[in-house]
């Protein structure tokens, strides 16, 4: 073992005469204590690149909230397909349930999760994955592949029928007491098999007691979704519309000319090999449900893919690292945003392999994109619609730099049918199943 060295006051001192030999050091430092990195090394350039105006940009109504709760895969789903019956029965701002498509993912995710505790119930309870399982249990967050698998399974409901609640609009006290319900449940189930060696009726049971439990607190905390609703609106012609007794099954597969099978989520994960697919079971939510699948791919195929999307009047659900060089308040993603280590004479920064292989980078955020600026063929900009509310960026919408999208885009859902044969190849093929701690995961 590698013996470790104190530092000793002769380095301090280097440190010391290193910082003050640096003529701008003193300068610097003040502008640093009174105003913090970010605005000491704000570009004042940004304005420039980072015009709201696009040639490309699908017609969008008023932007969703998804408070303090970390939901936004799925509202970055709902707002895909309240955009298609937006653009075909002429509503403009038209919301769909996120409360309705919630409250189905904690109860799916609570039997997958139960499943997949009784499964690995011979693994260390220190193995990574076993892990993984117990610490993440009903975590908020997910991907496009546990929206569609609800929405395929549950169907969807409009906003007024199932709206959000307390619970919803701020996950932290439901999610506690899930939490805490759940990783208990989980050492009862490991207790049942190793130590009482219960049998599979006996494993049932249990689980079945415990999905009553997630059910009964869900009802309370999201209230009990319809089992049938009332169609009522009116369009932006102000003509009124009725459609009575609509189960939420019969409301997606009657006004959503879409079938989520047809999407595929496109990968740009250069830590991986490209033109490879994977695929990630341990975040599956839905049992026989869409299967989590990524195809990894050069950059330039999602940014073409999505151009062409956009053309056809169709918005992208894509995954990001949004906590990087953001304005949250004026709605910018720039990659030249905040110049920091310019400005503190240091170099910590990393591609997009790195980022992704130290865990610097990491998809953090879901959100829309609705449109894209294009200079002779070639993207300068995008336009984003976020799920944070109507108070940040322009009434709620983004403004993305070509180079922020390079950066820190890690995945996009695109229609298969935008595939060239060699993708839909590899689409079809065997996937390479990665592990819980992956950096995609």
């Not at 999505?306 to 056809?312: H, M």
């Amino acid at each position: 073992m590698t013996k470790h060295s104190a530092l000793s006051s002769k380095e301090i001192q280097q440190f010391h005469d290193d910082f003050v030999s640096r003529e701008t050091s003193p300068v610097i430092a003040r502008a640093v204590m009174k105003n913090g990195i970010k605005a000491s090394s704000e570009d004042p350039n940004i304005s420039k690149r980072d015009h709201r105006v696009f040639s490309i940009e699908v017609k969008t109504g008023k932007v969703t909230n998804q408070r303090q709760s970390g939901r936004c895969w799925s509202f970055a789903a709902l707002n895909t397909l309240r955009h298609h019956f937006a653009l075909k029965y002429k509503l403009n701002d038209f919301e769909l349930s996120q409360n309705y498509l919630f409250f189905w993912d904690r109860i799916e995710r609570a039997n997958m999760y139960f499943q997949n505790v009784i499964a690995t119930a011979d693994k260390p309870f220190h193995d990574r994955t076993v892990d993984f399982y117990v610490a993440t249990a009903l975590d908020d967050g997910g991907q496009w592949s546990n929206a569609a698998s609800i929405i395929e399974k549950y169907g969807v409901v409009p906003e007024y029928v199932m709206p959000d609640t307390f619970n919803t609009k701020n996950t932290s006290d439901v999610s506690e007491v899930l939490h805490d319900m759940m990783k208990k449940d989980a050492l009862e189930l490991r207790r049942a098999v190793n130590e009482k060696h219960a049998s599979d009726d006996e494993l049932a049971k249990m689980q079945h007691q415990m999905m009553s439990d997630v059910y009964r607190v869900a009802v309370m905390a999201f209230g009990e979704p319809p089992m049938k609703f009332d169609l009522e609106y009116r369009d932006d012609d102000k003509k009124y519309h009725r459609d009575a007794d609509l189960t939420p099954l019969d409301f997606y597969h009657k006004y959503f000319d879409i079938n989520l099978h047809d999407y595929v989520l496109i990968t740009n994960a250069p830590d991986h090999e490209m033109n490879k697919l994977y695929s990630m079971p341990v975040e599956d939510n839905v049992v026989d449900g869409i299967p989590l699948q990524f195809l990894n791919v050069p950059f330039h195929y999602l940014q073409d893919l999505a151009i062409k999307q956009l053309k056809d009047n169709e918005t992208v659900w894509v995954g990001n690292d949004v906590l990087q060089q953001m304005d949250r308040k004026r709605g910018i993603m720039d990659a030249q945003l905040f110049k920091e280590g310019e400005l503190l004479g240091v170099d910590f920064k990393m591609n997009k392999a790195d980022r992704l292989e130290s865990r610097q980078g990491m998809v953090s955020h879901a959100m829309t994109l609705t449109g894209v600026n294009l200079v002779d063929g070639e993207p300068n900009r995008w336009k984003i619609e976020n799920s944070w509310g109507d108070k940040n960026g322009d009434k709620g919408y983004f403004v993305m730099t070509e180079d922020w999208f390079k950066d820190y885009t890690y995945e996009a859902v695109i229609n298969k049918k935008y595939l060239d044969d060699s993708l839909k190849k590899i689409w079809n093929s065997q996937p390479e199943e990665l592990p819980a701690w992956d950096s995609l995961c």
